[in-house]
Each structure stands twice: as C-alpha cells, then as structure tokens.
C-alpha cells in the first residue's frame, strides 16, 4: 500500500469555524509533512513531524495547529483562519525524513476560507 | 535568486514530441526529485536521482552533480501526460526539507 489518504477532499469554512484536516498512511514511514499550495505555486512546507514528534515548523501561523496522534496519522486543526488562507493542503509522507527520502503525497484538502 | 530553477515555465507541443524540461539547482543536493502534479491537486513522485539517468516507461530522467541540472524528457508525448512537472532537491545541509522549482506546465495537444 502506498497511498497517502486525505479527508475532507473539499472543505468550506468561516472564519470563525473551527475544523480539522485528517492524513493517514499506512506504508511504516515515520516522517510525516503538510504543505500548504496556491495556485500556480509549488508547494510551500508547513510542519514536519519525525517520529511523532514536531521536527520543523516553517513560522506558519498558530491558527494552524498540527497534531500526530500515531505514526501513520496526523491532523491539521484549523482555528480563525483568514480568506487569504485558502489553498490547497497537501499531507506527504516519507521513510524517515531525509532530502533523498521519497516523498508520497496525498490528493489534497482544497480549502476555501469565507 | 531561487535555489532550485526550472525552464520553461510553460511548454506546449504536439502529440508525439520530444519533450525536455530543465532544472538547475545552486545548492548541495542528497538527491534530486521529479514530481508530477494533474489539476486536481494530487503530486506523484516520478523519479529521485542522485547520478546519472533513469527512466520509467517513455520518461527518462538524467542528472550531472558537477553542473548542477537535470533534465526530465519524455518521448512520444501524449495529450494524457499535460500536467505541471516539478523539480524539487533535497539539500545536503537541511535533513527534512525539500526545495521545489516553480514548475513547469506542459501542455500536449492532440
């Protein structure tokens, strides 16, 4: 199995609301990423979390919050985020974290931000 | 000046081309990455090279370390293969990270 699954795959939120972004792989990588991407963009990094633990926080607002439960789930908790934070969010994961791991990503959350 | 530079930026062709995009990077790399990304959102690794050449199917992927670029070809183009197509490295000096080209859309027309 190596697929990176992400839910929802569309979500619209107010800026008051309150809500999650779930990943979850099931491959044994023990590196974990979110990446925040707009439109005609690469992909810009967030957070990584190595083993479960938070290894890199790319000054992202704390509006966003991350969270890694297990080693094949992690969480994006969304708190008062501004329309300028609409964009896709992309999850990957790799076998431990290093620049010649290869990355697996999911299909994206598509957020819109009202 | 951006670490990592791709080229073109946008590539149309015929169906059946030869197509090659560009990328070269300025800083040390543990290896280096061709994703591809469909509209839709969802990115696909295609190849992680630290020398020479792969290829996977009508894909080939070569890289020279001492000139610091890399090529992606692909030969006998087809209408499916209009995506955007990224470069992207993992730096010797950052353990986690990679660093992403602009990317490059290409567009095959049949």
């Known amino acids: 199995d190596t697929e990176v699954t992400q839910t929802p795959k569309h979500l619209v939120m107010g800026m008051t609301n309150k809500k999650s972004l779930k990943c979850e792989q099931h491959?044994?990588?023990?590196?974990m990423y979110w990446y925040k991407q707009k439109a005609k963009k690469p992909p810009e990094l967030m957070f990584v979390?190595?083993?479960?633990?938070?290894?890199i926080n790319e000054s992202v607002p704390s509006r966003f919050s991350p969270e890694c439960p297990n080693s094949s789930l992690l969480n994006l908790h969304l708190h008062a985020l501004q329309p300028e934070d609409s964009a896709l969010y992309l999850c990957?994961?790799?076998?431990?974290?290093?620049?010649?791991?290869?990355?697996?990503f999911g299909p994206g959350t598509r957020l819109t931000v009202l | 000046k951006n670490e990592v530079e791709q080229s073109p930026q946008n590539l149309t062709a015929q169906e059946g081309e030869f197509i090659t995009i560009n990328c070269s990077y300025s800083?040390?790399?543990?290896?280096l990455h061709w994703l591809q990304q469909h509209p839709g959102g969802g990115i696909v690794s295609l190849f992680m090279?630290?020398?020479g050449k792969k290829k996977h199917g009508r894909l080939i992927a070569t890289i020279n370390i001492q000139e610091k670029h890399s090529s992606l070809h692909i030969t006998a183009s087809h209408p499916r293969d209009s995506a955007v197509y990224i470069c992207?490295?993992?730096?010797?000096?950052?353990?986690?990270?990679?660093?992403f080209g602009s990317g490059t859309q290409l567009t095959v027309l049949p």
């Open positions: 990957a994961s790799s076998q431990v974290g290093l620049g010649a791991d290869t990355q697996y």
């Open positions: 491959m044994g990588h023990r590196a």
């Open positions: 979390y190595s083993y479960e633990k938070l290894s």
């Open positions: 800083v040390g790399i543990s290896a």
């Open positions: 090279l630290s020398s």
């Open positions: 992207a490295v993992g730096s010797s000096g950052s353990a986690r990270q990679l660093t």
